[in-house]
């Protein structure tokens, strides 16, 4: 089970953290991830870290602006979003695999077993 925190409304410019922690079950060795979706579109990949950190993953958009981290003795990955943007106001959702994604296979939703509840995120400009 997986559990995201972290969202809220913030300004344009501002920053926030998102948190998704998992329970019941290790993901060592997989691939853990954020998705997002924007009012009135589809979930759309933002960013996946593999367990081991050799594989990390960017949606273009968000690239230089967020970060994942992962700790992995606490089985918590986080996205350090900063400079935001109208445009990112979405629900964000936490994803985990049990696999050890390559980055492309990583931007895909089908290839992640484990989902998180979603929290919003509002950036206002």
């Known amino acids: 089970q997986l559990q995201a925190s972290g969202g809220g409304l913030v300004q344009a410019g501002g920053s926030l953290r998102l948190s998704c922690a998992g329970s019941g079950r290790s993901f060592s060795g997989g691939t853990m991830g954020w998705f997002r979706q924007p009012p009135g579109n589809e979930r759309e990949f933002v960013v996946a870290i593999s367990w081991d950190g050799g594989m990390i993953s960017y949606a273009h958009s968000v690239k230089g602006r967020f970060t994942i981290s992962r700790d992995k003795a606490k089985n918590i990955w986080s996205l350090q979003m900063n400079s935001l943007k109208p445009e990112d106001t979405a629900v964000y959702y936490c994803?985990?695999?049990?696999?050890?994604?390559?980055?492309?296979?990583?931007?895909?939703?089908?290839?992640?077993?484990?989902w998180g509840q979603g929290t919003q995120v509002t950036v206002s400009s």
């Open positions: 994803a985990a695999g049990s696999r050890r994604l390559i980055t492309s296979t990583s931007q895909m939703r089908d290839s992640y077993d484990y």
